[in-house]
């Protein structure tokens, strides 16, 4: 988990409660058994466990993030 919200943090993404980043464009929560991400018009996506690939896939394509993210 640590990895996946220094990951976050450094992609611009601010903790907005316990679990709960967001940025301009989304919002990520990370629940016990998989990622949510949601855009600002309410879509939501569910991941099925912790994959942190599934997350970059689905933050850059997307455009929640740049696709020249940080690692």
């Known amino acids: 988990m640590k990895d996946v919200i220094k990951f976050l943090k450094k992609n611009g993404f601010k903790n907005m409660e316990l679990g709960s980043y967001a940025n301009d464009l989304c919002n990520v ?7 949510e991400v949601a855009d600002n018009e ?4 569910y991941s099925k466990d912790h994959n942190i690939y ?3 896939g689905v933050l ?4 929640f993030i740049e696709k020249n993210y940080k690692i």
Do not use: K
């Open 29 to 35: 929560v990370i629940n016990s058994n998989e990622y």
């Open 54 to 56: 599934w997350l970059i």
């Open 42 to 45: 309410g879509n939501t996506m």
């Open 60 to 63: 850059t394509y997307y455009g």
